[in-house]
């Protein structure tokens, strides 16, 4: 009896034991399911393929609330999603959430963090029949991927926070939600607003980012704090506030950008007529440059004025532009080195074909920039998004602009900012060492009054066409960057009117001076 009795005890023990493996094992592939299924959504981050994300999210909501674990908490993660579960009763006193103290997946580089108050369990608590357990759920998108609107807005460090209380919807909190995000970036002239992911409020997108039921605060230049009364899906908008359609900024550069192509192609006939009695090589340079500044505003326009174009056409467009600011700016170094030619070579400025040879350098050199790039790496060229704000009744809405530009930050730093600092800086020294010339010149000569106009009007037509107000772009920062952006869209949207009117001041002087001469000759022979 008793030989029976232990045989029956030991059976009940291997049982129980294989009942607990099993469940163990339940468990893990029930983790193991959730994480497949976020390598999965991240493959299609990486491979950019849009196949209904608030399905692929919805879908990760309810595997988490479904999953089974021992522990209090389950913890989860992949490159750029991170999910977190958490068992609570309803005596939570409340939950601080910090990268600082979490297993963050190795994307979250930028430090986070999220403090639930106790009032988050008030309300499923205070029902009759209490839940004997509740599930917090947050997940981490270190991608803007699943939460794309129409505008295509701009997120700090492209992180959205969210947070789910089972199934239940949680608002109007007296006791608010901190949701803090940390940059090391400069954020000057960008206005940050916290903003949630409002499903359905889009006709287009399964949902919009809204600002409603959020409050932004700034405790430190480098922490935005986000104190909002719901549960849902957080972010911190980034809108560069100089750019804002309210802004007198918009107000006075905004009319500016249609004038662009309209005053070069003004510039141009008035160019043709004003030029007739210089220099034939000097004629055609000045013809060159006007031609690449109208062929750079005309890019400027269309890349800035379509529909969001996407694939090779907006690839193609982008190239295009690319090449017009590069073909312009070598024209505006080619325009110093004739200068210095003329100045400084007054005897002997002859060079055998010399504007087929600046023409190769002009239109060439861009032309084999372009193609070596388009060559070893074509997507370098495509979509650019622009951050922009505008006011709206119901509170800031943020709404970007695209256009087709550099996207590679190496390339743009080399290629634009790099190639304009060097054409600029050759053209401020080309217009330094001229000005000094014609001072010597002057001295030679000292004659009253009209001389100082005069002097005047070639110190500005030189500073026009060498475009040495495109330094102005080098000033975009600090105490600077409001009257730049103003001085820079002023300056350089009207460049080919002031070429244009200067040139007819040029043509001017020479008839007075060929009518002046004139008059001296025949009154010298009616004296004979």
């Not at 759920?137 to 505008?151: L, S, W």
């Not at 409050?215 to 560069?240: G, I």
């Not at 220099?279 to 055609?284: A, P, V, W, Y």
């Not at 106009?453 to 102005?472: E, F, K, M, N, Q």
């Amino acid at each position: 009896m008793h030989c029976c009795g232990a045989l029956f005890f030991c059976l009940c023990l291997l049982t129980s034991q294989g009942t607990t493996a099993e469940t163990t094992m339940a468990t893990e592939i029930k983790g193991k399911e959730v994480l497949v299924w976020m390598q999965r959504m991240e493959r299609q981050v990486q491979g950019r393929k849009f196949s209904s994300p608030d399905g692929q999210v919805h879908h990760l909501e309810q595997r988490l609330l479904n999953a089974t674990f021992h522990d209090n908490k389950l913890n989860l993660h992949t490159n750029t999603i991170q999910s977190l579960v958490f068992k609570l009763g309803c005596n939570f006193t409340g939950l601080s959430l910090s990268s600082a103290t979490q297993e963050w997946g190795p994307q979250a580089r930028a430090p986070h963090a999220m403090h639930f108050p106790a009032e988050l369990t008030r309300d499923a608590c205070s029902t009759p029949a209490q839940p004997r357990e509740l599930r917090l759920i947050c997940i981490y998108f270190f991608t803007t991927f699943f939460f794309q609107d129409e505008n295509n807005s701009s997120l700090l460090n492209n992180y959205v926070l969210g947070a789910q209380l089972d199934q239940r919807r949680v608002n109007n909190l007296r006791e608010l939600v901190n949701i803090s995000f940390w940059h090391n970036r400069s954020l000057e002239g960008y206005s940050l607003t916290c903003v949630f992911w409002k499903k359905g409020a889009s006709k287009h997108r399964w949902g919009a980012w809204s600002p409603e039921g959020c409050h932004t605060e700034q405790p430190s230049p480098s922490q935005v704090l986000c104190r909002c009364n719901h549960l849902t899906y957080f972010a911190v908008l980034m809108s560069c506030w100089c750019l804002s359609s309210t802004s007198p900024l918009w107000a006075a550069a905004s009319p500016l950008w249609p004038r662009c192509s309209p005053s070069c192609c003004t510039s141009m006939p008035g160019h043709v007529l004003s030029c007739r009695k210089q220099n034939d090589s000097i004629r055609r340079i000045h013809v060159n440059l006007h031609i690449s500044v109208l062929l750079l505003n005309a890019t400027f326009l269309l890349s800035a004025a379509s529909a969001v174009p996407s694939g090779a056409a907006c690839m193609a467009l982008a190239a295009l532009l690319h090449y017009a600011l590069l073909s312009c700016l070598t024209w505006m170094a080619i325009e110093g080195f004739n200068l210095y030619l003329l100045l400084g070579r007054v005897y002997n400025v002859y060079i055998h074909r010399y504007v087929l040879k600046l023409c190769a350098v002009g239109w060439g050199v861009p032309a084999l920039l372009v193609l070596l790039l388009l060559a070893v790496k074509s997507s370098v060229y495509g979509l650019y998004v622009i951050p922009i704000s505008r006011s709206q009744e119901n509170g800031t809405g943020i709404q970007n602009t695209s256009m087709c530009w550099v996207r590679s930050p190496v390339v743009h730093g080399v290629l634009v900012m790099g190639y304009g600092g060097l054409t600029t800086l050759f053209n401020l020294v080309v217009l330094a060492w001229a000005l000094g010339v014609l001072r010597r010149l002057r001295e030679r000569k000292k004659g009253p009054g009209p001389r100082a106009c005069r002097d005047t009007i070639t110190v500005l037509g030189l500073t026009v066409l060498l475009g040495t107000t495109w330094a102005l772009a080098f000033f975009s920062f600090g105490v600077f960057l409001l009257p730049q952006l103003f001085l820079f869209s002023i300056f350089n949207s009207l460049y080919g009117f002031f070429f244009f009117l200067w040139f007819c001041s040029q043509r001017y002087r020479s008839e007075a001076e060929a009518k002046a001469k004139m008059e001296a000759l025949s009154s010298s022979q009616t004296m004979r």
